[in-house]
């Protein structure tokens, strides 16, 4: 039997190559639903943690030094626990227990913010819910993987994606509501309850459903025709999972600090409706996910990664020069349609390229959360490194930076990242 080499230019036999799904996916349709409805409810219980969280502690007479500590504490356990949890994903056959635990500590942080807002439990609080990211999406992804395969992943991730947006926008007008017409606090008891319906429609997913080692981007072929896991090194050897996590990167050394610059800039203008206008920044971008994310997916499997991966990081750079140029706000709420489409591209690509560049080796979710470490890293910098560039330099500047930036994780992604699509990825039975 011939020989080939898989996109991380391992060399396989064509037997293992063509039977990475051998056997057909066939989950039910209460299983599909209940993950649509999951990634709905856990994207609206995570949006308190965001915006309102600041605006809630500040309330209750917080400084801003305890609250940027707390809040920096909350990211680094995120960061922390990605390839721990991550690891973890590949070995612990109940994907849908993780989901739930994780669920838990959400409500748990959430109740603890609002009945108990003391500097050690809130900081206890966001350092548990921040333990979370490191394996709440990562379990998501799995389970998607686990249910439908790898040929079918793409438009998976896509449905995925679109559910966790219409969440996201929908818990952004509500919370609001019980902002305005309640209080900050109630936020968090809204946050909390959104964890029932969650757990809810997790226990329609089935577990016979989610298939272990596809799960984890093993052959789902049984012992002994099943290759083994490879070891934990191989994926360092991995040069496309390299690059991709390089591009990653710097897409978020430069995106994340876009909304928060552009708020400073809106604030010191004086804009009479700039928490409006900051809203609508927000909530833009998520609209165009809902309605593109199934597409990107669809589209994956014809185009291939690539194309779509590198449209979503060059509205970056255009973006950033928009930013850059003026603080009107029709403009820039227009130019956040271009956040929509970044959002959309990395929402739906990520998982799907690091499942193309792991496949068979039964280390998807360790790679996964590799990525979402470098991700996090990126993240992190980038809000002190263009602080300290506008800060010196002026607004303008701070978004040339970020244009720069950005442009050199696109060069990085057209000149060094390969298409991962398998070229049989059609029907590979």
Known sequence: MANTRNPKGMVISAVSAGVADATEPSPSDASLRGLDAVNLFLAGALSAFGPYLAAFLAEQNWTQQDIGFVLTAAGFAGLLSQLPGGALLDTIRSKRIVLAVGAAMVAMGALIIALWPTF?????????????????????????????????????????????????????????????????????????????????????????????????????????????????????????????????????????????????????????????VVSALIMVPQVIVAIMAPWAGRQADTWGRRPLLLVGFAALPIRALVFASTTNPVILTAAQLLDGVSGTMLGVLTALIVADLTRGTGRFNLAQGFVGTMSGVGASLSTTLSGIVAGGLGRAAGFLGIAAVALAAVLLLWLLMPETKPSNSNKQR
């Not at 449905?159 to 969440?167: K, P, T, V």
């Not at 964890?195 to 577990?207: D, F, H, T, Y």
């Not at 050897?237 to 690059?243: M, P, S």
């Open 120 to 276: 050690p439990l809130v900081l206890s609080a966001l350092v548990l819910q921040g333990i979370t990211g490191g394996f709440l999406g990562l379990a998501i992804a799995a389970i998607s993987l686990g249910l439908v395969g790898h040929t079918a992943l793409a438009e998976r991730l896509g449905r995925n994606q679109r559910f966790a947006s219409i969440g996201g926008v929908l818990a952004a007008g509500l919370l609001g509501l019980i902002a305005y017409f309640l209080s900050y606090r109630a936020i968090f008891f809204a946050a909390a309850a959104l964890v029932l319906p969650l757990l809810a429609a997790l226990g329609r997913i089935q577990p016979s459903d989610i298939h272990f080692d596809r799960a984890s981007g093993l052959s789902d072929r049984p012992a002994p025709s099943a290759p083994p896991r490879a070891r934990r090194r191989t994926l360092w050897k991995n040069r496309g999972l390299l690059i991709f996590a390089g591009c990653v990167f710097l897409f978020q050394i430069a995106n994340a600090s876009m909304l928060p610059l552009a708020g400073e800039a809106l604030a010191y203008s004086k804009e009479a409706l700039s928490s409006l």
